[in-house]
């Protein structure tokens, strides 16, 4: 079949096992030449098909990046259940680079963390890792303000943290053993003011301080900004690069 040629594989989790339907042949279906798999969240328990989940080493031998969409690795479906967490744990120690998606709206605060919690479904064994986080953040005063006066509006407020749902000890394991050798921060910003975006690479530039401070064995950390319908700070790159003692890549689209 021409799919199992396929060099890139996405999955989409399902929201419980009665959707989940059988596929002959599927279960017995190797894809020897996929380098890359992206799972894409359903809204709900993001379940996968045991065929796919009994043995992700052999259904995709070749694989050595995936990419986690947006709540794809739900609470309670992690390393040990029949979720997209276990496929990534399955295949993490093969891998080189892993990115997650996510989707964050300003409502009108919103808290971005730089160590994904999603790392607590990757082994802390295995290849050097580059971790990608790709952020969609919207920041649409308008939204909660339009009909306010003017000293009773919400500021919008994105800040950072190091890590999100409680440190997790696997997730603090993974970045300690020095698996990690990078971390790339991609960043669409839409609607935000330059106020708004100067405090969210401030704090961001006080989160790279930090990721360096408790990690000696990360090398680098590059933060990407893409702007869409707001404004733009003067100096950001200069401004996060002190921020972060020089020790922070920036680049703007």
């Not at 992690?78 to 892993?98: D, F, I, M, N, T």
């Not at 106020?195 to 590059?222: I, Q």
Request: aromatic share 8%.
């Amino acid at each position: 079949m021409c799919c199992k040629q396929a060099e890139k594989v996405t999955l989409d989790s399902h929201a419980s096992a009665d959707t989940i339907k059988e596929a002959p042949g599927l279960d017995s279906m190797v894809f020897e030449h996929a380098h890359e798999l992206t799972i894409v969240r359903y809204p709900g328990t993001g379940l996968l098909p045991s065929y796919i989940t009994d043995d992700p080493t052999s259904l995709f031998p070749s694989v050595s990046s995936i990419v986690v969409r947006e709540g794809a690795l739900p609470v309670g479906v992690g390393a040990s259940g029949r979720g997209a967490g276990y496929v990534l744990h399955a295949l993490s120690p093969y891998l080189e680079k892993v990115c997650f998606e996510l989707s964050v709206c300003a409502d009108p605060e919103a808290t971005c963390t730089l160590v994904p919690d999603g790392l607590e479904s990757v082994s802390s064994e295995g290849k050097e890792l580059a971790v990608q986080l790709k952020y969609d953040i919207t920041c649409d005063g308008w939204r909660y303000n339009y009909d306010l006066d003017r000293e009773e509006r919400a500021d919008i407020s994105i800040g950072w943290e190091m890590y999100g749902n409680g440190e997790s000890e696997a997730v603090r394991e993974v970045m300690e053993n020095g698996r990690v050798s990078s971390l790339e921060v991609c960043i669409k910003i839409t609607y935000a003011s330059a106020r708004e975006l100067r405090t969210c690479c401030g704090s961001f530039a006080e989160c790279v301080v930090e990721a360096f401070s408790a990690f000696p064995t990360l090398d680098s950390v590059l933060l990407s900004v893409e702007y869409q319908y707001g404004g733009r700070p003067k100096s950001m790159v200069g401004m996060v690069r002190q921020g972060a003692k020089k020790r922070c890549r920036v680049r703007e689209g």
